[in-house]
């Protein structure tokens, strides 16, 4: 299957910011800015990007952070003032695709590119100083709108204005919004994400976890 599901608005990089976070030092790379050109897209990141801590925001199943600007304009709505693009963090800013129902799996074709959907983005303190608000992470939470780590399958390069194209979807049913709703609370779906061959394994672990915890 094949079909055109969006378009890429921006591609956005930045570099590590050094920072003090509660009087101790930090670093972060979440202050990232739209890019012109073509962008080389390899390894487990964007040409020009930064992962600080690849061990909670980078790696391969965390290459790239795709957030919707439906879910950016909703945000807008909510705080009541515009937001910039990339102010959430993300590498990409997509219109048209559902990012939140994208199973996880799923592939996508993006200029030369192709990525696949590894597991939704789980907000820490750093998105709270991004946005000048350390409870805007526990809202995002709530909001269940939490965009989605892509990995890369094939490197190429993309850039703003591609079409973002479904080349692929596996059978089962597990989003990436039921994978965020089973983490922020709805735990009888659990062992779903134990099902899904296309599911990271530290998100696998996670979900053991929790089953061996219920158990007892």
């Not at 390899?42 to 801590?53: I, P, S, T």
């Not at 946005?131 to 269940?144: C, I, N, Q, S, Y």
């Amino acid at each position: 299957m094949t079909s055109v599901a969006g378009t890429v608005l921006s591609v956005n990089v930045g570099k590590t910011t050094h920072f003090e976070y509660k009087n101790r030092p930090a670093k972060s790379a979440i202050w990232k800015s739209p890019v012109e050109g073509r962008v080389a897209v390899r390894g487990v990141n964007l040409h020009g990007d930064e992962q600080a801590d690849r061990e909670a925001h980078g790696g391969p199943d965390k290459a790239v952070y795709t957030y919707a600007i439906e879910d950016i304009r909703w945000w807008e709505g909510e705080l009541g003032r515009p937001l910039e693009i990339a102010q959430l963090g993300e590498n990409l800013t997509i219109e048209g695709l559902d990012v939140t129902n994208a199973l996880v799996g799923e592939r996508w074709q993006i200029g030369s590119v192709t990525l696949e959907v590894s597991e939704p983005r789980v907000p820490c303190w750093r998105l709270g100083v991004r946005m000048g608000d350390p409870k805007f992470v526990r809202h995002f939470t709530e909001a269940r709108r939490p965009g989605t780590y892509l990995r890369i399958v094939m490197e190429g390069e993309l850039g703003a204005g591609d079409e973002v194209r479904v080349i692929e979807r596996p059978e089962h049913e597990l989003t990436i919004g039921d994978v965020f709703r089973i983490f922020a609370g709805d735990r009888d779906e659990v062992a779903r994400i134990l099902s899904v061959p296309q599911m990271s394994e530290a998100w696998k672990q996670w979900a053991q976890g929790v089953l061996e915890k219920r158990k007892g």
